[in-house]
């Protein structure tokens, strides 16, 4: 790694701070096992704890492939052999509601491919699924709902957006996917996770909420002018995230956008995976196993709905993760089989086997990174291989 071309690092992210387009960020590469460069802006320090929004996602896919591992979990299974509500599914089609002639498997919760939506305006199973959401949340808190499980089920009464199988659909199927996980361990994911990822990773401050004795540490959240430039978000954009209660259990744990986390710490997660799946010496997940999650998963039908969403032009997708294919597509000086994924409020990384490189990226703005800002990193860190 040509350290010296490294420091264009500094001019640009430089640049980002004197235009005030960032006022907080941390980043961190290493290289063959060693940490070759790592900086903190503005706002944030080393030991800023974030909202990973997303990039809690490959930390699900991981506890998902560890029952894989055991034989506890077939990717070829059906999601309502765990959760009932998810037998006799609706599917929005060109002609109405209809039942879905498809059972959604556990396959297709790890590669989006289910149809299960988020909430949002977008269509017919977004607008059902909002209406969906905002019931489980009021009845998680008058009691009527009392566990992931029971919020997992409750989303079946939304609309999907298209029959399981069929294509590409971003959505909330990893959350899905944690309530699978608590049915077949008979543990919360929180404490599944806590001792199958989290205590093995010495990921000693990854939570679905902030220790309320770290409150100072919490990166601070922003929001972006119609300029461009940055300012403090408001007590409503912190509601709109859920962020307004950081350090308090939150109503559900979100398995697709739910924790908090350090730099230091994921780091360590990137570490298991650069390494194969195992972490100073302790095997989390077989490299076998990693080496087919880290693969895509999506037909040519289904690449081409993953290739719409921002970012991910030239890349596959599969068990929860964005994978490289193609770098002329992505005009991207990277490698093949380079891995990762993003959160909605600017968190990003990527682990890559053959240069054997881990970059990440973390930051906190409503809105999610600057994407010119990404591709250049990327550039002058290949750049520097």
């Given at each position: 790694?040509?350290?010296?071309?490294?420091?264009?690092?500094?001019?640009?992210?430089?640049?980002?701070?004197?235009?005030?387009?960032?006022?907080?960020?941390?980043?961190?590469?290493?290289?063959?096992?060693?940490?070759?460069?790592?900086?903190?802006?503005?706002?944030?320090?080393?030991?800023?704890?974030?909202?990973?929004?997303?990039?809690?996602?490959?930390?699900?896919?991981?506890?998902?492939?560890?029952?894989?591992?055991?034989?506890?979990?077939?990717?070829?299974?059906?999601?309502s052999?765990?959760?009932?509500?998810?037998?006799?599914?609706?599917?929005?089609?060109?002609?109405?509601?209809?039942?879905?002639?498809?059972?959604?498997?556990?396959?297709d919760?790890?590669?989006?491919?289910?149809?299960?939506?988020?909430?949002?305006?977008?269509?017919?199973a977004?607008?059902s699924?909002?209406?969906?959401?905002?019931?489980?949340?009021?009845?998680?808190?008058?009691?009527?709902?009392?566990?992931?499980?029971?919020?997992?089920?409750?989303?079946?009464?939304?609309?999907?957006?298209?029959?399981?199988?069929?294509?590409?659909?971003?959505?909330?199927?990893?959350?899905?996917?944690?309530?699978?996980?608590?049915?077949?361990?008979?543990?919360?994911?929180?404490?599944?996770?806590?001792?199958?990822?989290?205590?093995?990773?010495?990921?000693?401050?990854?939570?679905?909420?902030?220790?309320?004795?770290?409150?100072?540490?919490?990166?601070?959240?922003?929001?972006?002018?119609?300029?461009g430039?940055l300012?403090?978000?408001?007590?409503?954009?912190?509601?709109?995230?859920?962020?307004?209660?950081?350090?308090?259990?939150?109503?559900?744990?979100s398995?697709?956008?739910?924790?908090?986390?350090?730099?230091?710490?994921?780091?360590?997660?990137?570490?298991?995976?650069?390494?194969?799946?195992?972490?100073?010496?302790?095997?989390?997940?077989?490299?076998?196993?990693?080496?087919?999650?880290?693969?895509?998963?999506?037909?040519?039908?289904?690449?081409?709905?993953?290739?719409?969403?921002?970012?991910?032009?030239?890349?596959g997708?599969?068990?929860?993760?964005?994978?490289?294919?193609?770098?002329?597509?992505?005009?991207?000086?990277?490698?093949?089989?380079?891995?990762?994924?993003?959160?909605?409020?600017?968190?990003?990384?990527?682990?890559?086997?053959?240069?054997e490189?881990?970059?990440?990226?973390?930051?906190?703005?409503?809105?999610?990174?600057?994407?010119?800002?990404?591709?250049?990193?990327?550039?002058?860190?290949?750049?520097?291989?």
């Amino acid at each position: 790694m040509n350290i010296r071309k490294l420091s264009r690092l500094d001019t640009l992210l430089d640049k980002q701070k004197n235009e005030e387009k960032l006022f907080g960020a941390s980043l961190l590469i290493e290289h063959k096992g060693k940490k070759v460069y790592e900086t903190t802006i503005g706002t944030d320090r080393k030991d800023s704890i974030y909202k990973l929004f997303s990039m809690t996602k490959p930390i699900t896919g991981i506890a998902a492939m560890i029952l894989y591992e055991d034989g506890e979990l077939d990717l070829f299974g059906k999601v309502s052999d765990y959760l009932p509500a998810f037998k006799d599914m609706q599917v929005v089609t060109p002609h109405g509601i209809k039942k879905a002639e498809n059972d959604i498997t556990i396959r297709d919760l790890l590669n989006m491919t289910s149809g299960i939506s988020f909430d949002g305006d977008f269509g017919e199973a977004q607008r059902s699924m909002s209406r969906v959401y905002r019931e489980a949340r009021i009845q998680v808190g008058s009691g009527i709902l009392r566990s992931n499980i029971d919020v997992c089920n409750k989303l079946a009464e939304s609309y999907l957006a298209f029959e399981p199988g069929t294509s590409f659909g971003y959505g909330y199927s990893s959350e899905i996917l944690a309530g699978i996980i608590e049915k077949i361990t008979g543990m919360g994911f929180s404490e599944f996770l806590q001792k199958e990822v989290f205590t093995p990773l010495k990921m000693t401050d990854t939570a679905f909420y902030i220790n309320e004795n770290n409150s100072l540490r919490q990166a601070v959240l922003y929001r972006r002018t119609k300029d461009g430039t940055l300012v403090r978000a408001e007590e409503d954009i912190k509601q709109k995230l859920d962020m307004d209660k950081p350090f308090s259990a939150p109503w559900y744990e979100s398995a697709g956008k739910g924790l908090y986390s350090t730099m230091e710490d994921y780091t360590h997660f990137a570490e298991m995976l650069i390494n194969k799946g195992s972490y100073h010496g302790k095997e989390l997940i077989g490299h076998k196993t990693l080496e087919f999650m880290t693969s895509n998963q999506l037909n040519s039908h289904q690449l081409e709905a993953f290739n719409h969403m921002d970012n991910c032009t030239g890349y596959g997708y599969g068990n929860l993760f964005r994978v490289m294919m193609n770098p002329g597509a992505a005009g991207s000086n990277g490698s093949v089989g380079e891995f990762g994924w993003e959160g909605s409020c600017g968190t990003y990384f990527f682990v890559d086997p053959t240069e054997e490189l881990i970059l990440i990226y973390m930051q906190q703005v409503d809105g999610g990174y600057d994407s010119d800002l990404i591709r250049k990193i990327r550039q002058i860190v290949y750049g520097a291989c």
